[in-house]
Nanobody, 123 residues
Framework: QVQLVESGGGLVQAGGSLTLSCAASGRTFRSYAMGWFRQAPGKEREFVAAITWSAGSTYYGDSVKGRFTISKINAWNTVYLQMNSLKPEDTAVYYC????????????????WGQGTQVTVSS
């Protein structure tokens, strides 16, 4: 089992920044890749970014490339999502998830999910 707890959501003005955190625990979580997804009301859950624990390889969705950065601190078992130049369309519930492999862009490849944290960007 892998447990994931997100934090750091909130309200921010357009153009501002916010950093989300995801604390991971469980016996085998280091064998998983970690991803961030988001879901706005009435929309599908969308891939945002992913990172592998071992190599630190990163992957980004097209809508956030150049604005968001995913990173990790192994010693703290924590993954971060630094979000810059935020736009109202970034408003969503953001979820942290763990994948044992495959296509990190696909929601179905992730076995474990956090409870989500709300990010609201005002115009």
């Amino acid at each position: 089992q892998v447990q994931l707890v997100e934090s750091g959501g909130g309200l921010v003005q357009a153009g501002g920044s916010l950093t989300l955190s995801c604390a991971a625990s469980g016996r085998t979580f280091r064998s998983y890749a970690m991803g961030w997804f988001r879901q706005a009301p009435g929309k599908e859950r969308e891939f945002v970014a992913a990172i592998t624990w071992s190599a630190g390889s990163t992957y980004y969705g097209d809508s956030v490339k150049g604005r968001f950065t995913i990173s990790k601190i192994n010693a703290w078992n924590t993954v971060y999502l630094q979000m810059n130049s935020l736009k109202p369309e970034d408003t969503a519930v953001y979820y942290c998830a763990a994948s044992s492999g495959g296509n990190y862009y696909l929601r179905t490849e992730y076995e474990y999910w956090g409870q989500g944290t709300q990010v609201t960007v005002s115009s």
